[in-house]
């Protein structure tokens, strides 16, 4: 059974640069075409697609925010972290960690983590 | 970036009806192989989204066969043969076909 988790700080200020960590069960980023993603969700708002890492530490970004964020795993604890540089208050969001394979779906996702951006 | 649209932006239903969820996507998600990487999720309210149907058509594990998917190329279509009360929530098409993966901008799909 896959699980996932996020973890990070519920508030940030402006400038900030927030770390969030995915602890994650299940599955391993060793293995052959695992991956996971970062969405984000404002309050009210849409979903959007932030970052993926895949089993072979290949790393993709959302090109909107690519200057901001950076995603890394150890794949020895089982996590995957994500960092945002320069919060703002519109970074405001609920933020998933989510599992999937390569060429496949997103089908397992965390609980989600407020993050609430203010001074 | 590939652009997703989706219609209509709410849904009121009654119970038992048939609803209908249009996707649209700005190029094609079909891949060489025949498949079209076009995803739907719900996010019930207070809950995580989950995944619905994937690859235009297939159900993900526990999902009910009330749900169905179909489409390709650009136009995509979610139906909910006959809706429940516990089917209401925000319904999100996604393509990952390509990074930056996109999703439309919900539909949201309520009791009468």
């Known amino acids: 059974q896959i699980t996932l988790k996020e973890s990070g700080p519920p508030l940030v200020k402006p400038t900030q640069t927030l770390t969030l960590t995915c602890t994650f069960s299940g599955f391993s980023l060793s293995t052959s075409g695992e991956g996971v993603n970062w969405i984000r969700q404002p309050p009210g708002k849409a979903l959007e697609w932030l970052a993926l890492i895949y089993w072979n530490d290949d790393k993709r970004y959302s090109p909107s925010l690519q200057s901001r964020l950076t995603i890394t795993k150890d794949s020895s604890k089982n996590q995957v972290v994500l960092t945002m540089t320069n919060m703002d208050p519109v970074d405001t969001a609920t933020y998933y960690c989510?599992?999937?394979?390569?060429?496949?779906?997103?089908?397992?996702w965390g609980q989600g983590i407020l993050v609430t951006v203010s001074s | 970036d590939v652009v997703m649209t989706q219609s209509p932006l709410s849904l009121p239903v009654t119970p038992g009806e048939p609803a209908s969820i249009s996707c649209r996507s700005s190029q094609s998600l079909l891949r060489s192989a025949g498949y079209s990487y076009l995803d739907w999720y719900v996010q019930k309210p207070g809950q995580s989204p989950q995944l619905l149907i994937y690859l235009v058509s297939n159900r993900a594990s526990g999902v009910p066969d009330r749900f169905s998917g179909s489409g390709s190329g650009t136009d995509f279509t979610l139906k909910i043969s006959r809706v429940e009360a516990e089917d209401v929530g925000i319904y999100y098409c996604m393509q990952d076909l390509e990074t930056p993966f996109t999703f439309g901008g919900g539909t949201k799909v309520e009791i009468k």
């Open positions: 989510i599992h999937r394979k390569y060429g496949g779906a997103l089908d397992y």
